[in-house]
């Protein structure tokens, strides 16, 4: 992991939590989020700030680091690393940063800086210059994703108004259209997608539809522990609503793109079963779908064609369909993968529609605002205000460490002791999930992408995390009172186990995990349990 644009740069060695070096953009500069230290001899001064805007919960950015002499002259250091981590969470930096290239007067650029929580972060940066190797510590308080200062109410401190509104649907802004998929935003193709969303005939049993485990009427999951397809799976299929504000998809984030999930299930075993030629035949040869495909310049192949063609062939087909697979023209396999790419394209621009309704919280939140503390109290119990209260405050329930922003999640993957099932078995979670999605021929990165490589931020930046092994994608909480049952396995079945689940300290030579028990008492988790049947929307 090395490499430099005007100065040469090596990895200092193992450094503080693990995440390193180097890439490129353009520079910016806002030092209103400043953070500066000195390295640990006293020899060198290093100082980081934002491109541009204060740094912001699971959103990548653009950072320049700045590095002097003590004295305030310039150098060219021989060796210089980032890295950081999150000690109070016992984690390292979610992405993996790169220093790209000299800017002048002493800045140099660092693309890809990413906090996926609220809390005090460490970034350490390694110098090595005229007096030897050293590192600084610097200091990163991220404050909640949207916060803004609001007035405060006769209940509510001003910072427990803060967090409200950052928690609120007002403060979410308009999803980003996918590039990666140029089908994204497109009225036409998500019409269509909607259609195929539900249809059975995309499975090899003609009796399974992506809705068999997203039902709309629960938020559109499934309300099966393990859901099942053709069979039985070892997972519960999760929510859809919001979806297109995530960057990682699966429990595991196997996949980087919602287009690149969508098509994955159609040709697993257990689950829609079907093969790679058949599925792109089908949808072809229907007329209710070959027109629009013709308008919206959808990839097609002839499905007339068997010869070259052949039915059952597909990658992952049984042993006789994965020869004719390898058995066909590349052209002729390229072009069903495109065609099938873009059937899962077509999909995701239908699942971007789905998204969450304004729930009785956020007209709280909205009473509040107005000055209407009356009002507000009409909206939300006394047990729901007080369980607000209670996840507001992040020293005793620590929900807000991960379920933050106006979906409730950060995006990101946790170990929290759940990779391991009640019987044993262990599911390693995100650390397989990565490998996946960097080796998927469907990546943002791959042939099959509309996107620009630099438009590939999150595969560009992936880092293995810390504690990988046994991680799984923290799941939001809106609408989460009609998602039952619960974690990655079900194995919850109702939102009073999941918050019981939370006092419990597990072994961490059995199953470690990074978060310590919460200390409540049993009237102030069942508070929990009613403020978070406060985030359920009306469709």
Known sequence: MSARVDFPVQLLGAMLYGMAVL??????????????????????????????????VAEIQNWVLHVEAIDGSLFIPRQLVLSGGMPGHGHGLPTEPRISRYLGNGDYLVEGVKFNMPGTWQLIVGVTGPQGPEQAVLEVVIASLGATPVAEADDWSAAELQLMKSL????????????????????????????????????????????????SSRAFADDKQFSKGTAATQRNAPGL????YHKWFYWDGRRDSLWAQAITPIETPGEMDNQRVDVVRYVLQQDRYSKVLKTIGAATIDPSDRKRFPPGAGPFAPAGGSQLWWSMQPADRDAVNKAFSDIGKILAAYMERLQHAPSRFDRFVDQLESGDQEAANAVLSVDERQGLKLFLDVRRSLCLRCHNGPLFTNF????????????????????????????????????????????CKEMRFVAEEHSAQGAFKVPGLRDVAMTAPYMHDGRYTSLSDVVEFYTQQSDPEVAPSEIAAVNLTPEELGQLVAFLGTLTGKR
Do not use: W
């Not at 019409?191 to 005939?201: T, V």
């Not at 609503?241 to 297109?244: K, Y």
């Open 23 to 56: 890439v490129s953009a353009a520079p910016g500069t806002d030092k209103s989020a400043q953070t500066s230290g000195v390295t640990q001899s006293g020899n060198y001064a290093v100082r980081m700030f934002p491109e541009s805007g204060p740094p912001r």
């Open 241 to 244: 609503l919001g979806v297109s």
């Open 168 to 215: 609120s649907l007002d403060s979410l802004a308009a999803a980003n259209r996918d590039a990666s998929n140029r089908f994204s935003g497109v009225t036409a193709a998500a019409d269509l997608g909607e259609l195929l969303f539900n249809d059975k005939g995309l499975s090899g049993s003609a009796a399974v539809a992506c809705a068999t485990c997203h039902k």
């Open 412 to 455: 990101g993957f946790h170990n929290i002791a759940t990779g391991i099932s009640s019987d044993g078995q262990l599911d390693f979670g995100r650390m397989l999930g990565l490998q996946a999605a960097m080796v998927d021929e469907f990546n943002c990165q791959g042939q099959y992408s509309d996107a620009r490589k630099v438009d």
